[in-house]
């Protein structure tokens, strides 16, 4: 049996010593992003994409060998463990085969063949399978037992198919044989339970439906498995008897059993038959009908887990005073001031809609704010009320030019979550509930990352089908990602908060109480040192952490880099080398261009390591996120009923599925651009073409207002010509983009990369992806 350094290596198309490293770090607890950016000597450059594969693969494998352990010693223990099942166990390289294997040595409920082997009937399935020339009447009259229940003949051959049955139906060989066969010829059909027509019409797509089971996407084949949890449709394997002859056809031949015209082929046929119907094909298709399942979540969780990468490293619109407004009509709108650096300033409640209607006093409320506080960027939710809420900060710009303020239109998502967490409750223990959200609100503004860390990334709504998926192993996908982007960009250690700390490698929450308390008690941190001092943070946390944490303005330069502290040697010679101080090296990108790496390794520290550091003494404490740009919404635009076919507009990819994406466009209700409609060329996947939070251009393309279903098109060159909408554009403040994502460039709202802090995609909203069934195909 090969080792799980082999089977990884073999697997993932990477050498040996590569995963043998990477296994070693992972199993002393070294983190995924500490490895990937920290010892890439030891792993010869696997990245974090990689080493999330190889551990995820490696967890797998580690099961699969425990299982294989109990599943040998269960087998010993019953004394029929023989040389070549022990091989063929030892081989097996899948949870399924394992179970195949098992299968006969199971242990389980008292069986008809059990009962049939107790009454002695085995001897004559095994004489009849043997030997077909024998009648099977005639060999059964020896075996009625009256004492044994085998009244007569009947009961005999009874008794004996079931043996033969149980027997075919246990074959390793053959469920890998039938299972390979149904996955690639195999159908799945589904049809509408009886009266239920009406309470699942969202399932209308599947009432009559049928799709070979290799080929159904991951969303259709989520759609169908909700829809049968819901009591509204039923799934079935095959549809129709040709498939089913060709597996026993199959079951026969690998038994050697056909119909010659010899005395016992008769009954031996109806035994595969019937092995077939009552055991074979019941257990196939729940297996691989889970198959499906299991290979639709991986794939969903996979989908959710990219959407929440780009959420999450959004570029951040800058640390800017930020007047954040949580929109509202009869409870109105919530109102929060947080400063630079996201400290909250004051809060106030007011009414500019219905049913109160106090719009003027709502808008000097708003200037007295942002006057007593310097507020610069003003962020709206985009819930209920939001364009009305949008067009109240319009118009406080208008009467208030002098404030030179910015609005925004952010995401929610989440937002609630965060009010009613245990995070909420410890940053704001007096706030009430409603106001935390409009907090997050505005923070999530200024930085994504720092706010949406504080959610469970399950709450944030960027997946498809993500209730009906694995949840243990969703959360586990999603926490890597949060994981790697938090360490990617870098955290600041005097003022970020628990949430965000306690994902940084080798802390945890605890540490990271531990290091806030510490930070207020003794006042900012100065360097990394200090770190050491922290309680319960020892070397080995100290050597997973220091790296991703940033100090701005502390005691040395290089605390506030990607630096490790253990790599400051490599800066002392290159400092010797060039005789310059280390603050007039840093950011000298002619001096540092002109050294050869080479000259500053040691067995230590090889050449990524040193080039690494060349790279960020060049720009240190880069931030990886792009410049934040957004969309401006048309005027005019609020509703669907607003909508036409033909208009252009400017809008938010909110959610990217298998399937297409989601576009916010200000109505309130998100658009589908099905895959067929990214792009003019042929797309595989759409993530190729968007992700959330990128500003596109869109055509309307049906606007369906009963079932609040909104069709769209980034085909925009087709519409050029006789677009009575096209001078919407320039109202609308948008660009024409054929066929791609608008540039940051053409982007009507931009902040320089100085401030770099922010921009939000949108979660596509739960009801949009329920509602967009009929574009599933």
């Not at 691989?288 to 959004?314: C, G, K, P, W, Y």
């Not at 709502?362 to 009320?385: Q, Y």
């Not at 469970?456 to 998926?469: A, L, M, T």
């Not at 996120?625 to 909110?654: C, N, Y």
Request: aromatic residues 6%; proline residues 4%.
């Amino acid at each position: 049996m090969l080792s799980i350094i082999d089977r990884l290596s073999s697997e993932l198309s990477i050498a040996r010593q590569q995963s043998e490293a990477a296994v070693r770090l992972l199993d002393e607890g070294a983190s995924v992003p500490f490895i990937a950016r920290y010892r890439k000597e030891v792993t010869h450059g696997l990245d974090d994409t990689q080493l999330r594969q190889l551990e995820e693969r490696l967890r797998y494998m580690r099961e699969l060998d425990e299982r294989r352990d109990a599943i040998l010693k269960t087998i010993d223990e019953q004394g029929k463990l023989s040389d070549s099942l022990k091989k063929e166990i030892e081989k097996a390289d899948t949870k399924a085969t394992l179970e195949d294997l098992y299968l006969p040595y199971k242990k389980k409920r008292r069986t008809k063949a059990q009962i049939a082997r107790e009454a002695g009937l085995e001897p004559l399935a095994d004489m009849l399978f043997t030997d077909p020339l024998k009648m099977p009447e005639e060999e059964a009259q020896a075996f009625v037992a009256s004492d044994k229940g085998i009244e007569d003949v009947k009961a005999a051959l009874d008794g004996a198919r079931q043996i033969l049955m149980e027997r075919f139906a246990e074959d390793a060989g053959l469920i890998k044989q039938l299972r390979d066969y149904l996955w690639e010829e195999g159908k799945v059909v589904s049809q509408v339970i009886a009266g239920k027509e009406k309470e699942g019409a969202k399932f209308s797509d599947y009432f009559d439906y049928s799709e070979a089971i290799h080929k159904i996407p991951s969303h259709r084949a989520l759609a169908l498995f909700r829809g049968r949890n819901e009591g509204i449709l039923k799934i079935a394997l095959l549809s129709n008897e040709e498939d089913a002859s060709d597996c026993i056809v199959k079951v026969a031949r690998h038994f050697g059993v056909h119909d010659s015209g010899r005395a016992a082929d008769k009954w031996l046929g109806d035994c595969v038959r019937w092995a077939w119907k009552v055991k074979l094909s019941l257990h196939l298709e729940m297996d691989l009908l889970t198959r499906l399942r299991e290979q639709s979540e991986d794939e969903a969780i996979m989908v959710f887990a990219r959407n929440l990468r780009d959420l999450l490293l959004a570029a951040p619109a800058g640390t800017r005073p930020t007047l954040a407004l949580d929109p509202g009509f009869r409870t109105g709108v919530k109102v929060a001031v947080v400063d630079d650096t996201g400290k909250l300033c004051e809060t106030a409640t007011i009414y500019p809609h219905e049913p109160k209607r106090q719009w003027d006093q709502s808008i000097e409320i708003l200037a007295r704010l942002c006057r007593a506080h310097k507020v610069e960027l003003i962020s709206i939710g985009n819930g209920t009320a939001s364009r009305e809420t949008d067009k109240l900060a319009a118009d406080l710009m208008k009467r208030y030019p002098e404030l030179k303020l910015t609005k925004l239109v952010v995401s929610e998502a989440g937002a609630s979550v965060y009010s009613a967490s245990e995070y909420g409750a410890q940053e704001f223990p007096n706030l009430d509930v409603s106001l935390r959200g409009a907090v997050s609100i505005g923070r999530r503004l200024q930085d994504p990352l720092a706010e949406l860390v504080k959610i469970d990334p399950k709450s944030i709504g960027v997946g498809q089908y993500q209730h009906d998926v694995s949840q243990v192993k969703l959360g586990r996908m999603l926490d890597g990602v949060v994981e790697d982007c938090v360490n990617g960009v870098g955290v600041d250690l005097n003022t970020a908060s628990v949430a965000l700390l306690s994902r940084v490698s080798g802390l945890n929450e605890g540490l990271a109480q531990n290091i806030v308390q510490y930070r207020e008690e003794k006042g900012r941190f100065k360097n990394r040192k200090e770190l050491k001092a922290v309680s319960r943070l020892g070397p080995k946390a100290f050597e997973q952490a220091a790296g991703f944490l940033r100090i701005l303005g502390g005691d040395n330069p290089l605390d506030c880099s990607s630096v490790h502290p253990e790599a400051y040697p490599v800066v002392e010679r290159i400092i010797a080398e060039v005789s310059k101080s280390i603050d007039d090296l840093i950011g000298d990108r002619e001096t540092l261009s002109s050294l050869d790496a080479q000259n500053f390794t040691d067995e230590r520290f090889g050449l990524p390591t040193v080039r690494d550091i060349l790279a960020e003494l060049e720009k240190p404490g880069r931030d990886p996120r792009p410049e934040f740009h957004t969309a401006t919404f048309q005027e005019g635009v609020e509703k669907p009923s607003d909508l036409k076919e033909g208009m252009r507009l400017e809008g938010v990819v909110t959610n990217v599925t298998n399937f297409g994406a989601f576009v916010d466009v200000g109505v309130h209700q998100d658009g589908l651009v099905h895959i067929s409609q990214l792009a003019d060329k042929f797309v595989k996947d759409p993530h190729e073409v968007v992700k959330p939070g990128d500003v596109v251009q869109v055509r309307v393309m049906e606007v369906d207002l009963p079932r609040n279903r909104i069709s769209l098109s980034m085909k925009l060159q087709e519409a050029v010509k006789n677009d009575k909408y096209a001078s919407n554009d320039k109202k609308a403040g948008s660009h024409r983009v054929k066929n791609k994502v608008q540039s940051p460039q053409a982007s009507p709202t931009r902040f320089s990369r100085k401030d770099n802090l922010g921009a939000q995609g949108d979660n596509a909203l739960a009801a949009a992806l329920a509602k967009a069934k009929s574009k599933l195909k």
